[in-house]
Nanobody, 124 residues
Framework: QEQLVESGGGLVQPGGSLRLSCTTS????????IAWFRQAPGKERERVSCILNSGSQSTLSDSVKGRFTVSIDKAESTVYLQMDSLKSEDTATYYC?????????????????WGQGTQVTVSS
């Protein structure tokens, strides 16, 4: 059974940093993509990053490019989202999601497997 478990959210001041972790388990096919989505109150869920389990492909949305970095520890089956220079508009619940295949899906409806979410609040 496929599972994703997130950790690492919290409260941080503007300009600060946080690192989110997503540990995956139970995936049975060789190629799958792991994405980070975020959803602020009253807004649609937005994909901010995606990386293949092989680490051979990764993407970041324009809204976070230059501030966020996505990486994977294949031995630990864990994806990291390093968030630097955080802004108040980064405040949201962050979700880890996965699908069998590649990082071509941008919508939440493309992803079959979801974690429980972790709250990130950027505030002074």
């Amino acid at each position: 059974q496929e599972q994703l478990v997130e950790s690492g959210g919290g409260l941080v001041q503007p300009g600060g940093s946080l690192r989110l972790s997503c540990t995956t388990s139970g995936f049975t096919l060789s190629a799958y993509a792991i994405a980070w989505f975020r959803q602020a109150p009253g807004k649609e869920r937005e994909r901010v990053s995606c990386i293949l389990n092989s680490g051979s492909q990764s993407t970041l949305s324009d809204s976070v490019k230059g501030r966020f970095t996505v990486s994977i520890d294949k031995a630990e089956s864990t994806v990291y989202l390093q968030m630097d220079s955080l802004k108040s508009e980064d405040t949201a619940t962050y979700y880890c999601a996965a699908l069998y295949g590649y990082c071509s899906g941008w919508g939440a409806e493309d992803y079959n497997y979801w974690g429980q979410g972790t709250q990130v609040t950027v505030s002074s």
